[in-house]
């Protein structure tokens, strides 16, 4: 096996390789970490690779082998960290200023969990300031660029995680999501991003600790390696006060040889809260052909979101007050513009405006539930938009309708973030351009089992995992 092939073998069939002492962890972390140097450069995925601190840990996880020791599900597999993700001993900036030289003390829990697990984590992908954006770029690190077509962008916010899965420099990225920033660089970068329930994965250090907006979740090329990075990382833990236990082994066991006969699944199109562009709707809407062809019923179908926008537009205000208002008196001049608006109208929002948004939140929520009694899932485009220019931050028109915001082009994921249903976003075509479309698959209330089974099939019978960019 080559070192680029190495590279690219799914994380499935690499921690069984290493369990059967056909390749050990130290073989692969130094083929992956050629490729980083070989790739990165242009493309800006990775913002601090942890060399040193990675090949240690490949050498230790190497000799485990030899001593018969019980391995971990993620034994020697690569993975690579966020940089908004804590990481002990390797620089932690957020993205910001503010943070360009903090190198952690200690690891959050999410590594804790995928060292425990056995993985080797590379390093820190790039991220927008604190998260907040879907086109990735910072004043730390700068850009980072589309693996398919580097003038675009690869998405946000979990966007070096993206950049890296695609190009085989790591077979599993940790991320997180609050409107779309696992889902829509994954959709951009042709990989797989599961948002998955508040809760599941539990969330230590947190500024906000009883927030249920931002999860943190894996990323991967397949969608048995989504399951299985998943399984490794949820459950409960005291520190994080909304976790819940959970049978991680569901995970894993819905990927395996998975079935749809007689499921429901609606079309949701645009959901009625966003145009969508014309060749992103046609490439999703024929995707639903494979669901019929595995044996689904399907509809045109989705429930009355018209107050998703009003709901996500100010809980995310008051959200990025609550946690950054503080750093505005000294950092304002150095801190992303789109970042200092969403604090400044959080800080304009009264009781009367939260309570109004919680009611109408649970409304929605009433009607979203009720949908689900009819459907098993409903299948939407990823994003509104292929790739657009690394420059634009934002998509100011979609078929010549301008948006006003610039989290409304990101509203086919933000739905479902604020009625808090897992959704995962699959590589479903191309455009003409050759660039990668995402298909997003929600399910209902807590069944990330359901749509890891959904999102399987569908992979199974259309796969992608041979894919790769022009890099």
């Not at 070192?3 to 050990?24: G, Q």
């Not at 230590?204 to 894996?218: C, I, K, N, R, T």
């Not at 006969?261 to 959901?271: E, H, I, M, N, Q």
């Not at 929002?349 to 649970?362: F, I, K």
Request: glycine fraction near 10%; charged fraction near 20%.
């Amino acid at each position: 096996m080559t070192d680029t092939e190495l590279c690219f073998t799914p994380a499935t069939a690499l921690a069984a390789l290493i369990r059967r002492r056909k390749v050990s962890p130290l073989e692969v972390t130094r083929a992956v970490l050629a490729r980083i140097e070989k790739v990165n450069p242009p493309l800006n995925a990775y913002c601090t690779v942890a060399a040193e601190q990675a090949l240690e840990a490949a050498r230790r996880a190497t000799a485990a082998l030899t001593r018969r020791a019980t391995l971990g599900p993620l034994h020697g597999v690569p993975v690579s960290i966020k940089d908004l993700t804590f990481t002990k001993g390797i620089r932690t900036t957020e993205g910001s200023k503010i943070f360009e030289h903090r190198v952690p003390d200690h690891d959050a829990l999410v590594v804790e969990r995928l060292k425990a697990a056995g993985a080797i984590v590379l390093g820190k992908t790039n991220t927008p300031e604190f998260g907040a954006g879907a086109n990735t770029f910072n004043a730390v690190f700068g850009a980072t660029r589309n693996p398919w077509n580097p003038a675009l962008t690869c998405g946000g916010s979990t966007g070096g995680g993206g950049v890296a899965l695609a190009t085989g420099m790591g077979q599993l990225a940790q991320g997180s999501d609050l409107g779309g920033s696992l889902r829509i660089p994954a959709a951009f970068c042709g990989v797989v991003g599961f948002r998955t329930s508040p809760g599941l994965v539990p969330v230590w250090p947190a500024g906000l600790a009883w927030e249920p907006w931002s999860v943190q979740g894996p990323m991967a090329r397949t969608v048995a390696d989504t399951a299985l990075m998943l399984a490794a990382i949820a459950g409960p833990d005291p520190r994080a006060p909304l976790s819940y236990a959970v049978d991680s082994r569901a995970f894993t066991g819905a990927v395996r040889a998975p079935t749809l006969k007689s499921r429901r699944v609606a079309w949701g199109g645009d959901l009625g809260v966003t145009p969508v562009d014309h060749e992103v709707l046609a490439i999703c809407h024929g995707a639903m052909g494979v669901f019929r062809a595995l044996g689904c019923r399907v509809a045109d179908a989705h429930p009355d979101l018209s107050d998703a926008r009003e709901v996500a537009l100010v809980s995310r205000g008051a959200s990025v007050a609550a946690r950054y208002a503080d750093k505005l008196p000294t950092w304002r001049g150095v801190m992303q513009e789109n970042l200092v608006k969403n604090i400044e109208y959080g800080l304009t929002l009264t009781a009367s405006d939260l309570g109004r948004v919680e009611r109408r939140r649970t409304e929605l929520w009433a009607r979203v539930r009720e949908f689900f009694t009819r459907y098993d899932f409903i299948v939407t485009p990823t994003t509104a938009v292929p790739p657009f220019p690394v420059e634009t931050i934002y998509p100011t028109e979609i078929n010549g309708k301008p948006m006003t915001h610039y989290i409304e082009w990101a509203l086919l994921t933000y739905c479902f973030t604020v009625v808090g249903l897992p959704a995962i976003s699959i590589p479903c075509g191309f455009t003409k351009a050759g660039l990668p479309v995402g298909l997003q698959i929600v399910g209902r209330w807590r069944d990330e089992a359901g749509v890891l089974r959904a999102a399987a099939a569908f992979e199974a019978a259309r796969p992608w995992a041979h894919l790769r960019p022009p890099v």
